[in-house]
């Protein structure tokens, strides 16, 4: 069986919808999305705008390898969707959406995270931060990093 798997980089306005509809199937009862937006600020600093740069063929390639990663250890059954915006978004833009769709509940969720996870730790996408004080920085991504209280 061809695993069901979309995998892309995009210079247009991602869609959710589009998403959702590649992992439906009839077998399946879970749907699980992450979809990454631009918020206003990071880090204390106020935020109006972030770039993302990527390296399409390799960033395409690393996410094929982690939807086989995640097939491989949460089931077989899976639809997988991952694409990420290349560009220049205004706050509130879709940055990246991915979807799992599964027979159950407890995989989608398993593979959404893992997806989410690898992506930020391997793929050669670099996010430079527009500031609302006109400055603007590359920064790293981050993997459960603990300033989800600031």
């Known amino acids: 069986m061809t695993q069901p798997i979309y995998t892309g ?3 247009e ?3 959710i919808e589009k998403a959702a509809d ?6 399946n009862g879970a749907l ?5 937006k631009v918020r206003n600020h990071n880090m204390g600093k106020a935020v109006n705008a972030v770039s993302y740069d990527v390296f399409a063929p390799l960033a395409c390639n690393v996410f094929q390898e982690i939807c086989a990663e995640a097939t ?3 089931g077989d059954r899976l639809r997988l969707y991952i694409e990420h915006y290349k ?6 833009g879709i940055s990246i959406i991915i ?5 159950h509940r407890d995989e989608s969720f398993q593979a959404c995270r893992y997806l989410i996870e690898q992506l930020k730790i391997r793929a050669p996408i670099w996010k430079q931060e527009h500031y609302v004080d006109g400055d ?13 209280h600031e």
């Open 72 to 74: 491989a250890q949460f």
């Open 32 to 36: 699980n999305m992450f979809i990454g």
């Open 22 to 27: 590649f992992v439906d199937a009839a077998e």
């Open 99 to 103: 979807a799992v769709g599964s027979p």
């Open 13 to 15: 306005i991602l869609s």
């Open 87 to 92: 560009g220049k978004l205004e706050i509130g």
């Open 136 to 148: 603007s920085e590359w920064v790293k991504g981050h993997t459960l990093c603990g300033h989800h």
């Open 9 to 11: 980089i995009s210079e």
